[in-house]
């Protein structure tokens, strides 16, 4: 085995200048990958694969069925994905003003689809959507191994603030042959940010986590995670950090899970911070943010290795329609920084960082 001082992080741009990658491993070892492509308020998202022991990344197949029902304005936006053991690939998204089937009302859809059977194309597009309407900061998705996927998003249908928002699920107990109605599973106390995005996750274990920032009274932009168990029927709410700001910082979030742990990254104030726990049904009782003192950190993304090494990926000085600089920091089993540690210059509009671990051990990081 690698020590902390071999471990490697490899650092790549994302195919044909694509932005928002989503990258994740399955249980055979092959990367699956997303990214968007196009005019950010009405473009495409493309996939792409590469077997264990293969140099290259498949060609490119589209994942909208409607070309340019896909949304990238303001990075919290865009298509996320989730792949299960065996190599099934869902996606979903909030829909661009092209998309169609609209939602209820002619309100902007939540989009799903997955890969078919024989692997190489997806679905037709379907909107999950029945009753919560109002999308704003986008979707995600969270695929099992037991045949439940989760399309996940926060609305207020009665159109009415953010601090009457909620987060919303539709589940699927057959793989995503159908959907029930979505039910909203946040507490209508915490309200939720319009604007910042959402993350949604199965854990090693199978248990669901869902990761969103409140909208308390306006002010209060906490951090919360629910936890769920058994096939998602009922959560419990952990408040992960506070931040009291009258605005709307359009943040994102990140969770991983691989080697019996379970990850989680977000911002606060211009910083951000990872957490891990064994599973995603534990309480998190400690942080760790990344070193330095800047306050313009935006976008993490977390992995951690079978070394129990864990790297925090993110981006700084990024803001509306405009770029910014990648960095990352690699953690021992004591939390501590270590010297893998570096930063890119040319991080595109709208994107925003993924990093995955490697059958080796080592990270690899698009951008």
């Known amino acids: 085995m690698k020590t902390i001082e071999e471990t490697e992080i490899q650092v790549l741009r994302v195919p044909d200048n694509g932005i928002q990658p989503v990258v994740e491993r399955d249980d055979h070892g092959t990367l699956h990958m997303i990214y968007f492509n196009g005019e950010p308020a009405a473009g495409n998202v493309f996939y792409r694969k590469k077997e264990s022991g293969q140099d290259n990344f498949s060609e490119p197949v589209r994942v909208n069925s409607q070309s340019e029902s896909v949304i990238a304005?303001?990075?919290?936006?865009?298509?996320?994905?989730?792949?299960?053991?065996?190599?099934?690939?869902?996606?979903?998204?909030?829909?661009?003003?092209?998309?169609?089937?609209?939602?209820p009302g002619d309100a902007a859809p939540m989009l799903y689809t997955r890969l078919n059977e024989t692997g190489n194309a997806f679905e037709e597009q379907r909107n999950i959507m029945q009753a919560a309407i109002g999308l704003d900061g986008g979707g995600?998705?969270?695929?099992?191994?037991?045949?439940?996927?989760?399309?996940?998003?926060?609305?207020?249908?009665?159109?009415?603030?953010?601090?009457?928002?909620?987060?919303?699920?539709?589940?699927s107990a057959d793989g995503?042959?159908?959907?029930?109605?979505?039910?909203?599973?946040?507490?209508?106390?915490?309200?939720?940010c319009g604007c910042c995005g959402i993350k949604a996750t199965v854990d090693h274990a199978g248990e669901h986590a869902v990761i969103y920032r409140a909208a308390t009274k306006l002010t209060g932009r906490d951090m919360y995670l629910?936890?769920?168990?058994?096939?998602?029927?009922?959560?419990?709410?952990?408040?992960?950090?506070?931040?009291?700001?009258n605005a709307c910082p359009m943040s994102t979030s990140s969770a991983f899970s691989e080697h019996d742990k379970f990850s989680v990254a977000w911002?606060?104030?211009?910083?951000?911070s990872f957490a891990s726990t064994k599973d995603a049904t534990q309480q998190v009782d400690s942080l760790t943010r990344a070193p330095?003192?800047?306050?313009?950190?935006?976008?993490?993304?977390?992995?951690?290795?079978?070394?129990?090494?864990?790297?925090?990926?993110?981006?700084?000085?990024?803001?509306?329609?405009?770029?910014?600089?990648?960095?990352?920091?690699?953690?021992?089993?004591?939390?501590?920084?270590?010297?893998?540690?570096?930063?890119?210059?040319?991080?595109?509009?709208?994107?925003?960082?993924?990093?995955?671990?490697?059958?080796?051990?080592?990270?690899?990081i698009f951008y």
Not at 150 to 171: C, F, I, L, S
Not at 230 to 245: A, N, R, T, Y
Not at 267 to 272: A, I
Not at 332 to 353: E, I, M
């Open 140 to 171: 995600t998705v969270a695929a099992g191994n037991d045949d439940m996927v989760y399309v996940v998003w926060h609305a207020n249908p009665e159109k009415t603030g953010e601090e009457d928002r909620q987060v919303w699920m539709a589940k």
């Open 176 to 192: 995503g042959d159908t959907f029930d109605q979505e039910v909203a599973i946040s507490n209508p106390e915490t309200g939720v």
């Open 226 to 245: 629910l936890r769920s168990s058994g096939s998602g029927m009922s959560f419990s709410e952990q408040m992960l950090e506070p931040w009291k700001i």
């Open 73 to 103: 304005i303001g990075t919290v936006r865009g298509a996320h994905m989730s792949v299960t053991g065996d190599g099934r690939v869902h996606v979903a998204w909030m829909g661009s003003r092209e998309a169609e089937p609209k939602g």
């Open 292 to 364: 330095g003192d800047s306050r313009s950190r935006k976008h993490p993304a977390v992995a951690h290795n079978n070394r129990e090494e864990t790297i925090l990926v993110w981006t700084e000085k990024m803001g509306w329609e405009r770029g910014g600089t990648l960095h990352w920091q690699v953690f021992d089993v004591n939390l501590q920084p270590t010297s893998k540690s570096g930063r890119s210059d040319d991080v595109p509009v709208w994107s925003r960082p993924a990093v995955v671990t490697n059958e080796n051990g080592d990270f690899t």
């Open 267 to 272: 911002e606060t104030n211009g910083q951000v």
